[in-house]
């Protein structure tokens, strides 16, 4: 059975420097969230062992630290961090920043902290 939902209907949560999250499904397989990021913002470096991520800008421009390298992305743009990569996603820019964030499998339990 489809259904509808929007980030009104779903679990929201807080994260990080006053960053704002949505759950749109979080299974074992899979987990789909919505985020936002104020100006000046980062996530803490950190890796996973298992999950491929994928990040989808959707508003502003992000950059990301992945191992050594820097990417910088921006709307209708993203990048793909396979398991075990060090990264993290900043928001540098005056605006603030949305994306789309989706793991496979999920990162419940697969996280490491590198900072």
């Not at 259904?3 to 420097?17: A, Q, R």
């Not at 299974?27 to 913002?41: F, S």
């Amino acid at each position: 059975m489809a259904y509808k939902i929007s980030k009104d209907s779903v679990p929201h949560y807080v994260w990080g420097e006053d960053c704002d999250g949505w759950v749109f499904t979080d299974t074992a397989a899979l987990a789909v969230k919505l985020e936002k990021m104020p100006p000046g913002t980062k996530e803490k470096l950190h890796r996973h062992s298992m999950s491929t991520q994928l990040f989808y800008i959707l508003k502003g421009e992000a950059e990301f630290l992945i191992d050594t390298e820097e990417v910088r992305t921006g709307e209708g743009e993203g990048v793909i961090v396979p398991p075990g990569a060090t990264h993290r996603i900043s928001n540098e820019g005056g605006k603030e920043l949305e994306f789309m964030v989706i793991s496979q499998p999920t990162t419940t339990g697969d996280r490491t902290d590198s900072e």
